[in-house]
């Protein structure tokens, strides 16, 4: 892919339990033990975005694509949040933050994210998504997914009032020249953790303090063991599927994930060998 080979391996199970955490590491740890030159890792999948209800270039909206970095002064590229506790109605989380020590990834999304602002054409990831997409439907059998882009009506974007009651609201309103993007990339902090995810307001919460642009689930097995293998560059990339962290089902969740895939790609064609 580009100037690099690419291994690729599927993740057995996500999650905080044992067995979860035993068969994530594991995968990871088979993966840099079989392959010992792997310069770079992508954890590639849907998550949940993190939409800002008036700004549109702050807004992350279905369909769109988040690759982690340690952006807007933060800490981290991911926080993990293991606990959370609620002292006198403060609420505290207890997280474990991780970053790479190379920003390679991160320098080259950020370029294909300065390009496309700066030259009238369409995005690298756009031409990759087309062409994965005319692959797909004409191998694909009647019972695989769908993984056209789903109808811009199909993406409810709503907000508590008052913590409690639900209100659908529109989108914040982009200028002429992103209308015509289908697939938007964003570079900044991304984070998860059961803990956070049930509750919408403590999910709001996190992600406001941490600045987080998306979530997902449970990564902390996946992080710990890229770590653990001295993988000193990667990089959480995330296709958005929802507004909570990617799990639940629905249409969105193929096109997402293969958009997050085409952004890989993307990266890859541009990223230094």
Same mark, same amino acid.
């Given at each position: 892919?580009?100037?690099?080979?690419?291994?690729?391996?599927?993740?057995?199970?996500?999650?905080?339990?044992?067995?979860?955490?035993?068969?994530?590491?594991?995968?990871?740890?088979?993966?840099?033990?079989?392959?010992?030159?792997?310069?770079?890792?992508?954890?590639?999948?849907?998550?949940?975005?993190?939409?800002?209800?008036?700004?549109?270039?702050?807004?992350?909206?279905?369909?769109?694509?988040?690759?982690?970095?340690?952006?807007?002064?933060?800490?981290?590229?991911?926080?993990?949040?293991?606990?959370?506790?609620?002292?006198?109605?403060?609420?505290?989380?207890?997280?474990?933050?991780?970053?790479?020590?190379?920003?390679?990834?991160?320098?080259?999304?950020?370029?294909?994210?300065?390009?496309?602002?700066?030259?009238?054409?369409?995005?690298?990831?756009?031409?990759?998504?087309?062409?994965?997409?005319?692959?797909?439907?004409?191998?694909?059998?009647?019972?695989?997914?769908?993984?056209?882009?789903?109808?811009?009506?199909?993406?409810?974007?709503?907000?508590?009032?008052?913590?409690?009651?639900?209100?659908?609201?529109?989108?914040? %309103?982009?200028?002429? /020249? #992103?209308?015509?993007?289908?697939?938007?990339?964003?570079?900044?902090?991304?984070?998860?953790?059961? +803990? !956070?995810?049930?509750?919408?307001?403590?999910?709001?919460?996190?992600?406001?303090?941490?600045?987080?642009?998306?979530?997902?689930?449970?990564?902390?097995?996946?992080?710990?063991?890229?770590?653990?293998?001295?993988?000193?560059?990667?990089?959480?990339?995330?296709? %958005?599927?929802?507004? /909570? #962290?990617?799990?639940?089902?629905?249409?969105?969740?193929?096109?997402?994930?293969?958009?997050?895939? +085409? !952004?890989?790609?993307?990266?890859?064609?541009?990223?230094?060998?």
């Amino acid at each position: 892919m580009g100037n690099h080979s690419v291994v690729c391996t599927k993740l057995p199970a996500l999650g905080s339990s044992r067995e979860a955490t035993i068969a994530a590491g594991n995968a990871i740890t088979r993966l840099l033990g079989t392959f010992q030159k792997v310069e770079h890792v992508f954890v590639c999948g849907a998550g949940g975005g993190v939409p800002h209800y008036t700004s549109y270039d702050k807004h992350v909206k279905l369909g769109d694509v988040v690759i982690s970095h340690c952006g807007n002064n933060q800490k981290a590229v991911y926080t993990y949040c293991k606990n959370v506790s609620n002292e006198n109605g403060n609420i505290k989380f207890d997280c474990h933050q991780y970053n790479p020590k190379i920003f390679d990834i991160q320098i080259a999304a950020m370029k294909l994210q300065t390009e496309v602002k700066s030259i009238d054409k369409k995005p690298l990831w756009d031409i990759y998504l087309s062409e994965a997409l005319n692959k797909i439907e004409k191998q694909k059998t009647d019972n695989e997914s769908d993984f056209k882009r789903p109808p811009a009506d199909s993406d409810k974007l709503q907000m508590y009032i008052g913590g409690t009651e639900l209100i659908e609201i529109t989108h914040p %309103i982009c200028n002429d /020249k #992103d209308n015509n993007l289908g697939t938007r990339i964003h570079v900044g902090p991304i984070g998860g953790g059961q +803990s !956070v995810i049930s509750n919408a307001f403590t999910r709001q919460k996190f992600t406001t303090e941490y600045k987080l642009l998306a979530m997902d689930s449970e990564f902390d097995s996946v992080m710990g063991s890229l770590m653990g293998n001295y993988c000193h560059s990667y990089a959480i990339v995330r296709g %958005i599927s929802d507004y /909570k #962290d990617g799990s639940v089902k629905n249409e969105w969740q193929p096109y997402a994930s293969l958009a997050a895939a +085409s !952004v890989i790609k993307a990266i890859l064609s541009i990223i230094n060998v």
